[in-house]
């Protein structure tokens, strides 16, 4: 299958490229055809005797007009053809010229070495297509002819790969003096004048060894290799032959044997005075003869560059040369088509390049299934991951592969896959973003938890389909939803610090996971920069052991075997990658890529993003740092079965609000905990919000008392935005809502929204009373009462003081209050394992958790 699609891919390429070789020989064919025309009419106007008549003369001019206007025509097309196909240092005038390497493994075209008229540049088609023998009289235009044609070529070839040897007893070298800065790097080599011989011998010892060890029967040429893969295995090899004496014969027989295979190999040949035996000469197809003084029949205007433009241009090829090749582009590590790969039995894409210029690929499958990340800050973890994401983006698709991203730093630097406002695009794949998240491990362990549900499903669908691996699994359900799952986080260790029950969970998760993903196509990509997240895990020698894939930057410790030093000595933006759990013989190092910076990923993510299948969602985004607004779409419509309050947003992969049930039944109130005003009041206007919309056209009462001056603010605008009739309190009229609603046994459902509750009691006992019958009965009446308390003690205080029961809190939300003091709402002992921080609650319903979670109250506004 890949085979026959390369073969297409090499047979397409081939076709175009001789297809604008062919369209610009044939307008140069025309052009010549036009000129000899135009000198046999010429010629037989001057047969034509004096006493022709006007009429003949008047022919003979509309047929010059019409001939120069065609040979115009033909001539603008030839320049247009020929300046085509020579861009760049390839046919560039001298006066602006400079080096324009191509990108490693493409395939050079002609170059430039004159013009012939009316200025149509002359190209001679020299690396990966021919050699070259240089013919003409005059040295000084011979001269020029192989400086134009070897100058060009090294413009245009990534520095480096082109390898000279010049051959010239005549001169010494001193045909080739301006190419000198290339010695000393190595670029350009001489061999004296008995040196012939060695050097076809040593040339012709190259072609054997690409032919055997290269190109191993696969592909007929290195052309073809590089047309099929995008790489360039070799170098070049350029031998400049200026000899004037008849050769030997074992020299005149490697000759002709480097001219019949020498250009599959990368071996070319330019040939000045040395004489070709003409049977070879008509037996070789891939020798192309340039004059000096005609190209294609006609004169030619040799265009030799300056000497110190030779100088100049040559010594900059050897200082890039010298600083090594050009990394690789992202854009190199992308397929020519986009999502052609199945992930049945795996994902692989490449990340960088091998120091052979070899790209490295990098998997996920049965083994290894999970993979870790570790370098110190700033050495490129998040590039690299973006490098192989994008890889793995481009070969499969949204139904092939889905990504979650979790990122527990500050800053954004996954934000880019979903949409934003700058970009409106996203990535197909990614079915969650998380940022910010430093804060939020509740977060992190909704991933884990939604990832064990996924891992149950699939579980389940082999077992039903009696299998046991995705692979098998999709073979067996063709039709089913099964892409592979990877779920990359960065900064893990947050996840596992603190020794408490949240990361007790964490770690029980992961440790299923790693353990039982494997077979179910669910990866896990975990990058840390800081050695006690890898530590963290290094306590559990059963979780580590499924992260059979390593990846460590330079200085990255712990991530490799103890006895593997080699993240210690790898330069910048490398990376060593090894799939056999760091051990030292699996060790490949990598030249990463820049990836992650806009120039590089947009391009990728907005072809994608085109291409996305219809039916595939933007990714959820939660950011740490964001404040939810109040999901207007999210709030339950009249007519349900009974009250549903939105108390805020559950911190979750799907972001689900948090509902608090207020059917008739005791205990079905709210208290609200803590000092914090602002969360508070979020917390009480999105329940009364919602309840609201529940009940249209009155029929349901609503009460808002507020005891707190500080809220007289956000407890008005809740008023306000709740139906007209809805009664209004303050400190000194509260007590007239308790004592009315004590017995109210109308039935209507009534909602007391209080804040600052606790403030009441300081005014007087009876009122005290009078709520607490309220909480203790109200429920069943459907009366119930939403309230803030500035703290547990002030609530057990309005509830009878120490030893109060509180069974008529069935639910609360928790602000600044710590767990400890939580106790004694929560049924398990010494409370819910609770920090405080801003704009976070802890929510805890005792008809629907088992253990209390987090939410995010919505927004005020
Ligand atoms: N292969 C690369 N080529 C060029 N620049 C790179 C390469 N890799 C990373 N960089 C640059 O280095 C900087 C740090 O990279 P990156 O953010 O990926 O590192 P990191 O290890 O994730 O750091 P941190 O943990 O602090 O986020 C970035 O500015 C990035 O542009």
Redesign the pocket.
Known sequence: MADSLIETIRRDLGRAQAAALAGRAAAQRRLADAHARHARMEAAAAQVPQRAGDVREQQLTALETAHRESVADTAADAIRAALASAPGSAGDPWSRWQPTPLRRGSVPGPVRIGTVPPGVPALVPFLDWAHVRITGTDRARCDAVLAALLLRTLGCAPPGSVRLTGYDPDQLGGGLAGFAPLSPGGLLTFVGPGGLGRLLDELVDHVRRVNETVLAGEYPSLRAYAEATGRRPEHWRVAVLLGADEPTRHEQAQLARLLRTGVACGVHLILRGLPVDPIVESDVTTLATVSADRFHGMPLTVEGPPAELVTAGCRTIAAQAAEGPEPIAFADLLPDELWTHSSAIGLTAPVGEASDGELVDVSLADYPPHALIG?P???????LIYAWMGGLAARYSPAELEFYLLDF?EGVSFARFAPGQRDPSWLPHVRLVGINVNTDREFGVALLHFLSRQLRARAEAAKRHEVTTLAELRAEDPTGHWPRIVAVVDEFQVLLSGRDALAAEAATLLEDLARRGRSQGIHLVLAS?DVSGIEALWGRSALVGQFALRMA?PKARRILNENNPAAESIPR?HAVINADSGALPGNRIVR???A??RESWSGLQLRLWQRRPADVAPPRLFDGDAVPVFPQNRVPTPGGREPVALLGETIDVAGEPARLRLPRAPGRNLAVLGTRLEEACAVLASAGRSLAAQFPDGSARFSVACLDPDAMGPAGDLHAALPEDTEWYDVDTVSELFAETVDDASGTPHFLILYAVDAARSRAAGPQDHLRRILHSGPERHTHVLGWWRGVGRLRDDLGGMGARLDPIGAWVALDVHGGDLATLYPKPGGPSWYPRPWRALYFDRTVHRNAEAIIPYGLS
């Open positions: 370098g800050s700033g050495t490129g973890k998040t590039n730093k920069q930057l933006f990463v890529p820049m992650s910076d």
